[in-house]
């Protein structure tokens, strides 16, 4: 997600930032404003009388090299689904599903029926009609073998059949109370694409030329170089909480794939774009100084950057080599060392702005001394002549497939220096990404490393149950491979209740195990860096996603 979440799950390289902190509702001033203090939900820069026209430029890191967000799980949908798509319903600022496509909705009392109706007047930018058939299309879509959904699919899961009451009335049946359902239903990757578009189009066509409802429409595509939009004319339905009706104020988005940090930085300052994701966290005291850019750094819902074990081979199936390595680490002085002040040290599985995160968990702290007792206990007593430790005449040693990208994180070589220290050979093999998606799903690593990011605490059993282990039928995200029956048991009581107390216990108690079990360990809190120019007004946090909505943004003449 978020980890993100494109071919370079096995080890994300994007740069991200620190935790946000308290929330306002009132815009900031344009001139040298630090928006690190602004949580979700905010409009940023939002002072001054709106102007139309103008192309905003933006640069993001790197192409999904697909557009339909069902089909892929790339956290550029974050804010490409915002350009494109809308959703049935929206997050307001404390994180509460709210009114967008679905005006309200009614839950049964067993969980299992979701009753939602829908607003009138909507249309897809093809022509096809917004109505209770469109939403069943897209679900139906979301769950085709043929879309190959790693994300959107995989989010509805406990979704049956719908039965349409009317043309704006739909009865939505789950298997079973699955209480992150609405949550889900306001990310991007479940943006509402063109029934027509959907019936017409092979997959491969969706993928370059999706058909949403959204305030902008997709006018062309070239992978891996950008992709351009167009206003919607005639859009009248944003989510009610933007507090604004009617048209885009930007004539359109142009949208280019910089995958370098530098180029990207350096673009956004040199006034070639007016917005850019991921800026390098060293560039961060620079935009912040700067009297013509705004910055943002807002903390995300979801697992934190985490480096995860495969528990299912040696040497990592042995938990006290797991422990032992994460004792080797001195997590503070990697985020130290990579976060230039923009990061926050992770405290547990789930960052500390999801519901339900625990602050009594404990992680294991920096011991050497400790890691070498485990490592003895667990066998590991002689060692070669570089000093890596041996058992029975074998090196141990940890492979670490990483994608080859534009910038490799230099997390992995501090990491690799770190545990090096008590005898653990990391070997960190850069190869292509389609390489690594395949070695992910094979299980063929012994170190991942990544960000997950949702907007529900239901990660937890996206990353660690059981059902997420990747296979022939599943494309999982239980990167770790770990199998807990008590975690199962809590994960899945934790879905089929929207009890708070009894979340919090549930949801707590996972945390806890985690702890215990060591699938791995979290480094830093997940969140967005990016910034755009003061000239940009009315730049809005989305709360689903912690990344820029540009509905109703506006350039200043």
Known sequence: MSIRKSARLLAVTAVVGLLAACAT?????????????????SALNAEGTPADGGTLNLSMSADPLCLDPHAISSDVEQIFGRILTDNLVYLDKDGNPSPWLAEKWEISPDGKTYTFHLRTGVTFSDGAVFDAQAVVTNFEHMLDPDTRSPLAGPYIAPYVDSKIIDAQTLEVHLQQPYSPFLDVLAQGWLGLLSPKAIKESTPAQLCEKPVGSGPFVLTGYTKTQGATFVKRQGYTWAPPLLGATGQPHLDGINV???????VRFNSLTSGQY???????????????????????NVNRIGLPYTIEFNTTR???DDIKVRQAFVAAVNREAVVKTVGFGERQLATSFVDRVTKYYDPT???????????????DQAGWTAKDAEGYRTKGGKQLIVQWPVGQTATISPIFDLIQAQVKAVGIKVNIELIPSAQLTTRRYDGDYDLSAGVWHTNTPDVLYIKYATFSIPNKARLGQNTSHLS??????????????TDKVQLADLYGKVQHRLAELTPGFPVYD?????????????????TSHGTPY???AWLEK
């Open 25 to 41: 509702t009132d815009g900031t001033s344009a001139a040298n404003a630090d928006s690190s203090a602004r949580t979700a939900g």
């Open 256 to 262: 280019s794939w910089v995958g370098q940090d530098a």
């Open 274 to 296: 007016q917005a850019t994701g991921y800026v390098p966290a060293q560039n961060a005291a620079a935009v912040k100084a700067s009297t013509g850019l705004v910055y943002s």
């Open 314 to 316: 040696a040497p990592f």
């Open 361 to 375: 968990v404990t992680l294991p702290g920096f011991d050497v001394k400790r890691a070498n007792e485990l490592l």
């Open 484 to 497: 807990d029956p008590q975690l199962d048991g809590w994960l899945d009581q934790a879905r089929q209740t």
């Open 526 to 542: 997940n969140s967005v860096l990016w910034a755009f120019s003061s000239k940009l007004h009315n730049v809005v946090v989305d």
């Open 550 to 552: 540009f509905a109703y």
